[in-house]
């Protein structure tokens, strides 16, 4: 009996030991006990992707990453409708997101809290980043994005890729800061659509694969700051002569060298106020006539446009 | 022993938690700020004192120190990927106490290279990991743990608070005795009696 006993004495301490200490077990860390700089210094080298889920760990790391991460390094905060992310972007154009996924039932999986809501997160096998699941993919984005914008203290989102089927998220980044955005379609839109997106959605720049091919966007022209547009526009030199963009760039429309140099001396005595930067093909050109009359300098060296 | 000119060529002792001392080359110790700010001019007398540290972790830290002698040109931490393979072997041999006393100690001797390699060395420990493991890593309470911890806390204060109020109550009873002429405290007391009385007649 003494000797059965000691057996299992025996055998229940060996499989506490491997419970206890596993071959691979993660070695802890207190780095909270580790003095300030030497905080500071993890937390400066710490990528973004590990960041997030880092700063997701208490309030205290919250506000830890927030006050102490390299704040030299400018990061931009991008939406992205097709895929329904929010992402942050470094200097050297890397895509770190946070992908919301409407998904209602349960699962088996870490909860984290982002904003105030308590959802389950998990990393990415797709991309770089993180999936996080929501009841409303709205409120989601528009969780997301104050959730990044407040811990890497930038204010506003950049730029905004969507479809047509995404618009709605447009309502979230209009709200938040009017037109300050890029806006990015990749669709060739309806007539429809391009109504509803020049008329509700002009963003400061607006960059779109294609119009309908008889829609008129004169009268746009006038809310529009910058407009790139990837298709032939139904356009008139008479609205150009009307409008009132900082940039345009129409680059499947071919216009006459008569007509290049009526608009060039317009520009050049100022009708056009606020117009930098002008983009356009053209047909039958005679660089001596157009410029001739005009005082200019032929660039010969690269430029960077800002 | 110790001469502030030519200290790449000399041998600096240096004492540890234990008492044990042991020498270190002046070329290593320039590259704590720490050192260079308090002895590199003024020279030492005796053995350096750091002896918030242990043997094991000091000599760990010079170890690095005399390895990176040659190293003049340092731009910031490297990549995990590009530490050479004797820089991970040191990190390797470490354990994880080890480990923690070297970055407190270079963290005080301000050895900026050595603390900035740790430092890549934990941010590359959490990389790929989950809130829950990074929690676990940096052990910090889970949020059950932290409710647990709350609700002692706050019983502690409401304990504290009930023991507070009656020790305030007890001293106003005490001021107030002692605060009334002796007449007026025979009355008040005959008042007392008097209403206990009435009352228990009207029983």
Same mark, same amino acid.
């Given at each position: 009996m003494a000797f059965r006993s000691t057996m299992v004495f025996t055998v229940r301490s060996l499989i506490r030991s491997f419970s206890v200490t596993p071959l691979f077990q993660m070695p802890a860390l207190p780095i909270l006990k580790f003095p300030t700089l030497v905080l500071k210094n993890i937390l400066r080298s710490i990528d973004i992707e590990t960041v997030i889920?880092?700063?997701?760990?208490?309030?205290?790391?919250?506000?830890?990453?927030?006050?102490?991460?390299?704040?030299?390094?400018?990061?931009?905060?991008s939406m992205d409708g097709e895929d329904s992310s929010v992402g942050v972007v470094t200097p050297d154009n890397h895509y770190h997101e946070v992908e919301v996924v409407v998904e209602r039932k349960s699962r088996n999986l870490e909860s984290v809290n982002i904003n105030g809501h308590l959802v389950a997160m998990h990393r990415s096998k797709w991309h770089n980043g993180w999936v996080t699941y929501w009841?409303?993919?709205?409120?989601?984005?528009?969780?997301?994005?104050?959730?990044?914008?407040?811990?890497?203290?930038i204010k506003k989102v950049a730029s905004v890729t969507v479809t047509p089927y995404s618009f709605k998220l447009l309502d979230v980044i209009k709200e938040r800061q009017g037109n300050d955005y890029e806006l990015s379609i990749d669709h060739r839109l309806s007539e429809k659509e391009s109504h509803f997106i020049l008329e509700n959605h002009p963003a400061k720049v607006l960059r779109i694969s294609g119009l309908p091919p008889y829609f008129k966007i004169g009268k746009y022209l006038q809310t529009v700051d910058s407009l790139f547009v990837d298709s032939e526009l139904s356009i008139t030199i008479d609205d150009l002569l009307n409008m009132n963009c900082v940039e345009l760039f129409l680059s499947e429309n071919c216009f006459t060298g008569a007509e290049i140099k009526r608009l060039l001396q317009h520009w050049a005595i100022g009708v056009f106020k606020q117009l930098k930067y002008l983009r356009l093909d053209v047909e039958d050109f005679d660089l001596e006539d157009v410029f001739g009359e005009l005082t200019h300098t032929r660039m010969t060296e690269k430029r960077t446009y800002k | 022993m110790t001469s502030p000119a030519s200290s790449s060529e000399v041998k600096y002792l240096i004492e540890s938690s234990e008492g044990n001392t042991f020498?270190?080359?002046?070329?290593?110790?320039?590259?704590?700020?720490?050192?260079?700010?308090?002895?590199?001019?003024?020279?030492?007398?005796?053995?350096?004192?750091?002896?918030?540290?242990?043997?094991? &972790? *000091?000599?760990?830290?010079? !170890?690095?120190?005399?390895?990176?002698?040659? $190293? +003049?040109?340092?731009?910031?931490?490297?990549?995990?990927?590009?530490?050479?393979?004797?820089?991970?072997?040191?990190?390797?041999?470490?354990?994880?106490?080890?480990?923690?006393?070297?970055?407190?100690?270079?963290?005080?001797?301000?050895?900026?290279?050595?603390?900035?390699?740790?430092?890549?060395?934990?941010?590359?420990?959490?990389?790929?990991?989950?809130?829950?493991?990074?929690?676990?890593?940096? &052990? *910090?309470?889970?949020?059950? !743990?932290?409710?647990?911890?709350?609700?002692? $806390? +706050?019983?502690?204060?409401?304990?504290?608070?009930?023991?507070?109020?009656?020790?305030?109550?007890?001293?106003?009873?005490?001021?107030?005795?002692?605060?009334?002429?002796?007449?007026?405290?025979?009355?008040?007391?005959?008042?007392?009696?008097?209403?206990?009385?009435?009352?228990?007649?009207?029983?």
């Open positions: 889920p880092f700063s997701l760990c208490s309030r205290k790391m919250y506000h830890l990453v927030k006050n102490f991460r390299d704040k030299t390094i400018s990061l931009e905060l009841d409303d993919e709205v409120k989601g984005i528009q969780s997301v994005i104050e959730y990044l914008s407040d811990l890497f203290g | 020498d270190v080359s002046g070329a290593a110790l320039r590259q704590s700020n720490t050192f260079n700010a308090m002895f590199l001019n003024i020279g030492a007398d005796g053995p350096i004192p750091f002896t918030d540290y242990n043997e094991a &972790t *000091l000599k760990k830290v010079f !170890e690095y120190c005399e390895h990176s002698v040659n $190293e +003049e040109n340092y731009s910031g931490p490297k990549h995990q990927d590009d530490l050479s393979k004797w820089d991970l072997n040191f990190f390797n041999e470490m354990d994880q106490k080890m480990f923690i006393d070297v970055i407190n100690a270079s963290n005080f001797l301000d050895i900026e290279r050595l603390t900035s390699y740790c430092c890549e060395r934990i941010a590359r420990m959490l990389r790929g990991k989950n809130t829950q493991e990074m929690i676990k890593v940096i &052990t *910090l309470p889970t949020a059950e !743990e932290l409710e647990a911890k709350q609700k002692v $806390e +706050e019983k502690k204060a409401a304990a504290a608070k009930k023991v507070a109020e009656k020790a305030a109550e007890t001293a106003e009873k005490t001021e107030t005795l002692e605060e009334l002429p002796v007449q007026q405290l025979v009355q008040t007391t005959r008042n007392k009696l008097t209403r206990k009385y009435l009352s228990f007649s009207n029983e």
